[in-house]
């Protein structure tokens, strides 16, 4: 019972980073985004993903701002790839 409990913090943490990282990510990119709240919590995953694997090649540690930038590149790049859909 107790390993499910430490389960659940670890996966309710890991989405509230998400909402968080992938609110800021958003807040970041100017222009309309509209995503979904479960949308938001992916990218900011992703973002905190992305920016920790370039946070320890690079520097050897990773942190929010490295979250918020990868976030911010994954909401630039799904912009980019809906206005390239939308001209065809």
Aim: hydrophobic share 55%; glycine share 18%.
């Amino acid at each position: 019972m107790r390993n499910t409990r430490g389960m659940l913090l670890v996966i309710l943490s890991i989405v509230l980073v998400g909402l968080v990282v992938g609110a800021l990510g958003r807040l970041a990119i100017p222009g309309p985004n509209p995503m979904s709240v479960g949308m938001t919590i992916l990218v900011g995953i992703g973002g905190s993903f992305l920016g920790g694997i370039v946070g320890n090649a690079l520097f050897g540690r990773s942190g929010l701002l490295l979250a918020v930038l990868g976030a911010a590149l994954i909401v630039w790049l799904m912009q980019r790839s809906q206005r390239r859909r939308a001209t065809f």
